[in-house]
């Protein structure tokens, strides 16, 4: 049986954190405060190490990689976006836009697969797609109704379609693709590069910005499809998905409590009523992580990839 939540997590410790380049050319949540390297790199350390404690405290399970200077990944941290793990023994390897994204695969795939101990592991591995140049992002391209088995994907240049259908094929799932649209404070309109950053599917409940879905009826399509699975719809603002109020993960303990894993500035942006929504079935763990989203662009939920 799919499960929507797990307590097992896989979490890299950053090495030379920093701002990256390669994906700062559509990742436009990203900010470049040119702080010397190593302050920015202590700073992420400190908030990632206060994050994984906070989780491990509420009885659950990390599995903590530490991340090494060479070859430089600067977004190891973000470990989401090259796997997924299922609970049918099967982890999905995916295609990434930045080339040097694509050297995580290569420096943590045997220890990920040393830590899951599954004899019966089977690899999908969707890499090749690569070469073409159609990439999927794992579960910062997907959202996962994993009970349901339906995957929301906001198109973008780091989730195409051909990919989105592959994985789908693949894996049994429902495609629901889409296009969403970030309007910034200066006026400008970007196509937002990972579906998380802009909606969650929880176990009882949604998080979405319907508003940067610009297509009316690809609008309807998907809030219809979160209703068809019963899933009460915490509709947030595109001023909030800034914060990164839309790039949160719901997991549960070992004794099975459902928490919900957000940062500071999430949690400051949600309204009262949001907030008393989301812990009416899942208590809230939140942690301020203001250094790892200004230059990564990328929050909480893209740091923590779920172990099934």
Same mark, same amino acid.
């Given at each position: 049986?799919?499960?929507?939540?797990?307590?097992?997590?896989?979490?890299?410790?950053?090495?030379?954190?920093?701002?990256?380049?390669?994906?700062?050319?559509?990742?436009?949540?990203?900010?470049?405060?040119?702080?010397?390297?190593?302050?920015?790199?202590?700073?992420?350390?400190?908030?990632?190490?206060?994050?994984?404690?906070?989780?491990?405290?509420?009885?659950?399970?990390?599995?903590?990689?530490?991340?090494?200077?060479?070859?430089?990944?600067?977004?190891?941290? +973000?470990?989401?976006?090259?796997?997924? &793990?299922?609970?049918?023994?099967?982890?999905?390897?995916?295609?990434?836009?930045?080339?040097?994204?694509?050297?995580?695969?290569?420096?943590?795939?045997?220890?990920?697969?040393?830590?899951?101990?599954?004899?019966?592991?089977?690899?999908?591995?969707?890499?090749?797609?690569?070469?073409?140049?159609? +990439?999927?992002?794992?579960?910062?391209?997907?959202?996962?109704?994993?009970?349901?088995?339906?995957?929301?994907?906001?198109?973008?240049?780091?989730?195409?379609?051909?990919?989105?259908?592959? +994985?789908?094929?693949?894996?049994?799932?429902?495609?629901?693709?889409?296009?969403?649209?970030?309007?910034?404070?200066?006026?400008?309109?970007?196509?937002?590069?990972?579906?998380?950053?802009?909606?969650?599917?929880?176990?009882?409940?949604?998080?979405?910005?319907?508003?940067?879905?610009?297509?009316?009826?690809?609008?309807?399509?998907?809030?219809?499809?979160?209703?068809?699975?019963?899933?009460?719809?915490?509709?947030? &603002?595109?001023?909030?998905?800034?914060? +990164?109020?839309?790039?949160?993960?719901?997991?549960?303990?070992?004794?099975?409590?459902?928490?919900?894993?957000?940062?500071?500035?999430?949690?400051?942006?949600?309204?009262?009523?949001?907030?008393?929504?989301?812990?009416?079935?899942?208590?809230?763990?939140?942690?301020?992580?203001?250094?790892?989203?200004?230059?990564?662009?990328?929050?909480?939920?893209?740091?923590?990839?779920?172990?099934?």
């Amino acid at each position: 049986m799919n499960k929507q939540t797990t307590y097992k997590f896989l979490m890299i410790r950053p090495s030379k954190f920093y701002f990256n380049t390669e994906t700062a050319v559509n990742n436009a949540y990203q900010k470049n405060l040119e702080e010397d390297p190593k302050i920015v790199e202590a700073k992420a350390l400190v908030e990632f190490d206060n994050l994984a404690k906070k989780i491990k405290d509420s009885g659950m399970e990390i599995n903590i990689i530490q991340d090494t200077p060479i070859p430089y990944t600067p977004d190891s941290i +973000f470990p989401n976006n090259w796997f997924s &793990s299922h609970s049918d023994d099967k982890v999905v390897i995916y295609p990434m836009f930045a080339p040097n994204r694509r050297l995580e695969r290569q420096k943590f795939l045997e220890e990920l697969i040393v830590i899951l101990n599954d004899k019966k592991l089977e690899i999908i591995d969707l890499t090749s797609e690569e070469k073409t140049e159609n +990439f999927l992002e794992g579960t910062g391209a997907l959202v996962l109704d994993r009970v349901n088995k339906i995957a929301y994907c906001s198109l973008s240049q780091r989730a195409h379609l051909e990919s989105l259908n592959l +994985f789908c094929k693949m894996m049994g799932y429902k495609p629901i693709s889409f296009q969403s649209t970030q309007t910034f404070p200066d006026g400008k309109e970007i196509i937002i590069y990972h579906t998380n950053v802009m909606m969650m599917v929880g176990e009882d409940f949604a998080v979405i910005c319907s508003d940067v879905i610009k297509n009316l009826e690809e609008r309807e399509t998907v809030l219809n499809q979160l209703k068809l699975t019963n899933k009460e719809i915490i509709d947030i &603002s595109q001023d909030q998905v800034l914060k +990164f109020a839309g790039n949160l993960l719901e997991v549960r303990n070992k004794s099975g409590k459902r928490y919900t894993l957000m940062s500071k500035s999430a949690h400051d942006a949600l309204t009262p009523e949001q907030l008393k929504t989301i812990s009416k079935s899942s208590e809230i763990i939140y942690s301020d992580i203001t250094t790892i989203e200004t230059y990564g662009g990328g929050s909480v939920r893209c740091m923590i990839a779920e172990l099934y």
